[in-house]
C-alpha cells in the first residue's frame, strides 16, 4: 500500500509499504478513506520533536472503513464506517475511565508512565504505524474508534479525529466563564478551532495572534480581534485593548515551533540569541538543512507570550506541542501573578461524542477549515506547502482512495 514515511529529519517520502495485519485480538484493520497533515507531523519533520524512527508511517488523524476485527472487538464489523482517535487508550484502565485516554496505563509498551500514546509518533509514544496510509492496524479498536452518522461527511469527520476535540479540550483547559476575554496564540488549524470552542463555552471578546495574515484573516472571519505579532507588539496591543489588564484567559496553540516577532515592535535581538540557543538544546537529531522544513526558531515564545500578557490571576491553557528537552519557562511570573496553567494530550476519546453531536447539529462546521484536499500521491508536495504557511493552506486532507486533484 501506498503510506507517507519519515525518513529522518527533513525528509518525508510516499512509499510502497506492506499492509497492517492484525496483531492482538483487540485491534481493528480499517481501509483509511480520509487523512490529514497537522503541525504535529511538521514538529517531527523539522527536527523539533526528535524521537521518530526511520521508516515509520506518519499521521494521526484519519476516517475509515472497518475491514477486520480481532476476536475482542465484539462492537464493530467490517464495513463500519469510523473516525479514529489520534490518542490511544485501552478504555479500560482507571485513567481512560476518568476520561484521561491521553494517560492510559496500559496501552504504551514502554509502560504506564511513558507518556502518550498516538499514531505515527515517536517510539517513546508507542512506537505505531501512523494514518497517512491506505491502511492502519487501530490497537483497542473497541474502545478508540467512533462509528459516524450518515450525516456526517468524510470531510467533516477528519478533523474530528484531532483538531476540533484537541482545540475543545484547549477550550476546556483555559476555564472559560460567560463573558471572558480569551488571547489565543497561533491560528494554525488548532488556534482557529479553538475560536469556535470558547466562542461555543460563552467567551466574550477572542483575540487571535499570529504573523500569517492569510490564517489571521480566517480567524477575523471567524469572530476574532487579530494582531499580527510582526506589526505590533502583541502583549502591548492585548493589553491596550483590554482596559490595562491584558485578557482573562490565553491558549497557547503554538508549540515548539514558535517564531519571534523578526520585525516590527516587538523584535529583540537579544531574544533572539537567545531562543537560537534553546533551540539548539531541543533539536537533537539535528535540523533540516535548505529551505524546507525550517524550525520557527523561538521554541518558548508562544508560552512566554501567554503568560506574560494573561491578566493577574488568569488561565493559561498549553495545548501546543513541547517535547521532552527543557526550555526556558517564566515560573516566576506565574507565581506572581498567581496564574493557574493547564496542559496536556488531547483526551480525544472523552470529547469524541459531544464532538459528533456539535458538528451534526451545526454548531461546529469544521470543514470551514479544510483549505486543501489532495490525493496521498501528491502528500509530500502537500507536507511542503503546509509547513511554509502557503496563503490559503490551513488545513490539509490527504485522500489514499483519490488518485487525481480535486478542488476542496
Ligand atoms: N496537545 C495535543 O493533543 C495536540 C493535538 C494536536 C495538535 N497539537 C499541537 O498544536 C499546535 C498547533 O497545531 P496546528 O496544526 O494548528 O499547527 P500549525 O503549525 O499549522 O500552526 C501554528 C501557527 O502558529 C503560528 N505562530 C508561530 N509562532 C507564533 C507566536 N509566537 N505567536 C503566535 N502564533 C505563532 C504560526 O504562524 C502558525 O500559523 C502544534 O504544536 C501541534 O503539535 C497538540
Ligand atoms: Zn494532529
Ligand atoms: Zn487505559
Redesign the pocket.
Known amino acids: 500500500m501506498k503510506a507517507v514515511v519519515f525518513r529522518g529529519v527533513g525528509k518525508v517520502a510516499l512509499e510502497n509499504v506492506p499492509e497492517p495485519r492484525l496483531k492482538e485480538p483487540s485491534d481493528a484493520i480499517i481501509r483509511i478513506t480520509s487523512s490529514a497533515i ?3 507531523d ?2 517531527f519533520v523539522r527536527g523539533t520533536a526528535p524521537g521518530v524512527k526511520e521508516g515509520r508511517i506518519l499521521g494521526h488523524e484519519a476516517v475509515g472503513i472497518v475491514e477486520e476485527v480481532g476476536k475482542a472487538v465484539r462492537n464493530l464489523q467490517r464495513g463500519d464506517r469510523v473516525v479514529v482517535p ?2 490511544v487508550g485501552c478504555g479500560s484502565c482507571v485513567y481512560c475511565r476518568a476520561g484521561y485516554h ?1 494517560q492510559c496505563n496500559v496501552a504504551n509498551p514502554n509502560g504506564p508512565d511513558a507518556g502518550t500514546v498516538f499514531f505515527g509518533g515517536p517510539e517513546e509514544a508507542g512506537g505505531l504505524d501512523g494514518l497517512q496510509a491506505e491502511y492502519a492496524r487501530i490497537p483497542f479498536a473497541a474502545a478508540g474508534l467512533v462509528k459516524l452518522p450518515e450525516e456526517i461527511s468524510d470531510d467533516q469527520a477528519v478533523l474530528m479525529s ?2 476540533l476535540p ?1 482545540a475543545y479540550m484547549a477550550a476546556v483547559m483555559a476555564e472559560i466563564k460567560p463573558s471572558n476575554i480569551v488571547a489565543i ?7 482557529l478551532f479553538a475560536i469556535t470552542c470558547v466562542q461555543h463555552l460563552g467567551a466574550g471578546r477572542v483575540f487571535a ?4 495574515e492569510s ?1 489571521l484573516e480566517m480567524a477575523r472571519a471567524h469572530g476574532a480581534e487579530v494582531i499580527n ?1 510582526e506589526k505590533e507588539d ?1 502583549i502591548q496591543a492585548l493589553k491596550d485593548a483590554t482596559d490595562g489588564s491584558g485578557p482573562d484567559r490565553t491558549i497557547d ?8 516577532a523578526a520585525k516590527g515592535p516587538a523584535a529583540d535581538k537579544k531574544a533572539q540569541k537567545k531562543f537560537k540557543k534553546e533551540l539548539g538544546g531541543i533539536a537533537e537529531e539535528g535540523t533540516p538543512k535548505g529551505r524546507d522544513f525550517q524550525p ?1 526558531g ?1 521554541p518558548s ?2 508560552l512566554q ?1 501567554a503568560i506574560e500578557s494573561v491578566c493577574k490571576a488568569g488561565s493559561v491553557s498549553v ?3 513541547y517535547p521532552a528537552p527543557v526550555l526556558s519557562f517564566p515560573i516566576h511570573q506565574v507565581m506572581e501573578k498567581n496564574l493557574t496553567l493547564k496542559a ?3 483526551n480525544h476519546r472523552r470529547y469524541m461524542p459531544e464532538m459528533v453531536e456539535l458538528v451534526r447539529s451545526g454548531v461546529v462546521r469544521p470543514e470551514q477549515f479544510l483549505t486543501q484536499i489532495k490525493p496521498i500521491t501528491s502528500a509530500i508536495e502537500a507536507y511542503r506547502a ?1 509547513d511554509r ?1 502557503e496563503p490559503g493552506w490551513i488545513k490539509v486532507k490527504l485522500d489514499p482512495t483519490q488518485q487525481e486533484e480535486r478542488a476542496a
Open positions: 497537522c503541525g504535529t511538521l514538529h489520534s490518542t491521553s484531532d483538531i484537541t496564540f497561533g491560528c494554525g488549524p488548532v488556534g495572534i499570529d504573523s500569517v490564517r505579532f502583541p496553540a503554538v508549540g515548539v515551533d514558535a517564531a519571534t520557527g523561538a515564545q508562544a507570550w495545548i501546543g506541542v496536556g494530550n488531547c503546509f504557511h
